[in-house]
């Protein structure tokens, strides 16, 4: 973290704690002591710790997209984008031990009224609906590979492990997409 910027210290410092112990568990204070930043110069960048929460969601919303798409864009069928996304479920559930979708983890830590968390939360699980729509060009056929996109990260987190998203991806490869 030595050649980041103090802001982007922090990012990293807020990414790593709100994956390992959740977000209500991470205090600013251990985020600076991480970050190896001054609390004058945490609070430069982020006012508040839901700011922080906010650029984070946002940040890993680009992190999963980005992924995302690179798995889905090298395949040249439907049948197998399809199973790129779940392929990359798999993928994710073992490069981050199963911590299932951050955005979902942090939905069920806010309070209701916490509305910038929230409609970050929803813009994601909304823009990954129409990625969906995207991909198969047929809106309920989107709808079931978004609802199984949804159970699988729930699932594999719950279980740690790969079973339900193996299930799914042999039940999806019965089905034509358009």
Known sequence: ????????????????????????????????????????????????????????LEHRH???????????????????????????????????NYRGCAFLNMLSEIPRNDTKIYEVIHRHKSELQTFFQHLVNNKEQAFMIYMLFEACLTESQLYQNQDYIDKTIKLLSKNTFQ
Do not use: C
């Not at 050649?3 to 985020?31: C, D, M, W």
């Not at 680009?62 to 790129?84: C, D, I, M, R």
């Open 62 to 96: 680009k992190f999963w997209f980005e992924g995302l798409t690179t798995v889905v864009e090298k395949q040249t069928t439907s049948k197998k984008k399809v199973t790129a996304v779940f392929e990359y479920i798999k993928e994710m559930n073992i490069k981050e």
């Open 1 to 56: 973290m030595e050649n980041l910027s103090p802001k982007e210290r922090v990012l990293k410092a807020a990414t790593q704690l709100f994956h390992q112990n959740g977000y209500n568990a991470t205090g600013i204070n251990a985020i600076i002591e991480y970050a190896k930043v001054a609390k004058a110069s945490f609070y430069d960048h982020y006012k508040t710790k839901d700011d922080l929460g906010v650029v984070y």
